[in-house]
């Protein structure tokens, strides 16, 4: 696999290249040694983080360098079914034909919607409630140990990633926490930057008519989209109550109040990422939603504006009839503006491919 740098894109500098001419164990992020004597890291291919025009820096984290050899041991392990024990992989659940996410809810995640993976190097509030608060690295660690219950010896008793470990990470003896490592990698590189309002912005590609149209309504009053599902990352990775309920049906339609117990997080949850949104086949925290036109009636005239904690973006004076009240030409020039975010570099890129 080779990972591809634009010419366009700001290089950042993330210290790799001082950290990355020998072959010595790392200082950065050893895991400390503990595997079979003889272990021996090997010299691997630093891997520059480019961050694409526009877009805000991305933190990466110190001890986590990154290397093409360590993005590609994530890569693996995401494919990979031996992670559980029911024979999923993740895979199962994020699928890069629909932005890595995935049709019909998860039922171990009591009906909440898979969530797609993309631009998540920009995140610090992960999963619907934003009760993973953190990097990455913390995500993957929590999808191993409580959603995968991965079972290590079993993990410990193959032979090939042994000697992968031992060669990327220095160590054999295989944790929850240095799995998390290379599989955070992974999810970061799986950045979107290409789609066709990218392009527009960028000046390599046009849109049409109504994709034009829709991107004005989208990033005015108008629509006032943009106040949570900002430039470009589509999301202010935020949370905000848009107003989907009156009352609280299911448990995880409380939203934050799962995560904080805070009656004022009732029915609040963290901005999606509207990126390949069109890919997806259900929308909202469950699902509730099957096509982009009920999402856009919702915004248009079913908000729940009494509800105590709505953003107040949701119900400024000309709201209060229950939203935007749009013509329905408007409405399918919001919804082709929607259709403009599928990138289809990122959903076909054969770097992303097992
Ligand atoms: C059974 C389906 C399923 C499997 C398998 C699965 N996930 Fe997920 N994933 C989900 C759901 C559902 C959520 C949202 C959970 C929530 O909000 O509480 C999620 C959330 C995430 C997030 C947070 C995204 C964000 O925007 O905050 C990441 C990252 C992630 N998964 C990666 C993985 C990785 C890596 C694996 C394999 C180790 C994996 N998932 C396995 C269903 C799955
Ligand atoms: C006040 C903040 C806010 C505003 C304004 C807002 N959204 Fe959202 N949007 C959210 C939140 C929060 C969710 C998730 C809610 C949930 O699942 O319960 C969401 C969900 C969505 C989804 C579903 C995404 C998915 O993956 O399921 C779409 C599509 C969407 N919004 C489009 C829009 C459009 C179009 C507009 C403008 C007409 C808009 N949003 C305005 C905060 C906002």
């Given amino acids: 696999m080779k990972l591809r740098n634009k010419t366009y894109f700001i290089a950042v500098t993330v210290g790799l290249l001082s950290t990355a001419i020998s072959c010595k164990k790392p200082t950065d992020d050893s895991n400390g040694g503990g595997g079979t004597t003889g272990c021996q890291q090997v010299e691997m291919t630093p891997y520059t983080w480019v961050n694409p025009v526009r877009f805000p820096i991305a933190d990466i984290p110190a001890d986590n360098v990154m290397y093409v050899e360590r993005i590609n ?12 024990n029911n024979g999923e992989s993740c895979e199962t659940c994020h699928k890069q034909s629909m932005g890595f996410s995935a049709s019909d809810v998860s039922t171990f995640d009591k009906g909440l ?31 191993l140990t409580k959603r995968f219950s991965t079972d290590f010896t079993k993990i410990n008793a193959i032979q090939e990633y042994k000697d992968l ?17 290379p599989l955070a990698q992974f999810m970061r590189v799986l950045v979107s930057k290409k789609n066709k309002y990218d392009l527009y912005l960028l000046g390599e590609g046009k849109l049409t008519y109504n994709e034009e149209e829709g991107s004005k309504i989208f990033f005015s009053e108008k629509g006032d989209c943009m106040h949570c599902h900002v430039q470009l990352l589509t999301t202010d990775n935020a949370f905000h109550n848009n107003g989907l309920d009156s009352l609280y049906a299911k448990d995880i339609d409380k939203g934050r109040f799962n995560a904080t117990g805070n009656p004022a997080d009732l029915g609040v949850f963290r901005t999606p990422n509207l990126r390949n949104v069109a890919l997806r086949t259900e929308f909202m925290h469950d699902g509730r939603f099957k096509t982009l036109e009920e999402v856009v009636n919702f915004y248009d005239h079913q908000v729940h504006i009494g509800v105590k904690n709505i953003d107040p973006v949701m119900v400024k004076p000309a709201k209060l009839n229950g939203g935007l009240h749009l013509t329905e030409i408007e409405k399918q020039q919001l919804i082709a503006f929607l259709k403009a975010l599928t990138d289809e570099e990122f959903i076909n890129n054969p770097e992303f491919k097992q």
């Fill in 73 to 84: 041991l994530g890569k693996k392990l995401f494919y990979d079914a031996r992670l559980s």
């Fill in 113 to 143: 919607q898979k969530m797609p993976l993309v631009n998540l190097a920009w995140y610090k509030n992960f999963m619907w409630s934003g009760r993973i608060v953190g990097t990455l690295e913390d995500v993957m660690y929590a999808e």
């Fill in 165 to 181: 470990f031992c060669k990327y990470y220095g160590t054999d003896n295989i944790t929850p926490e240095l799995m998390a490592k």
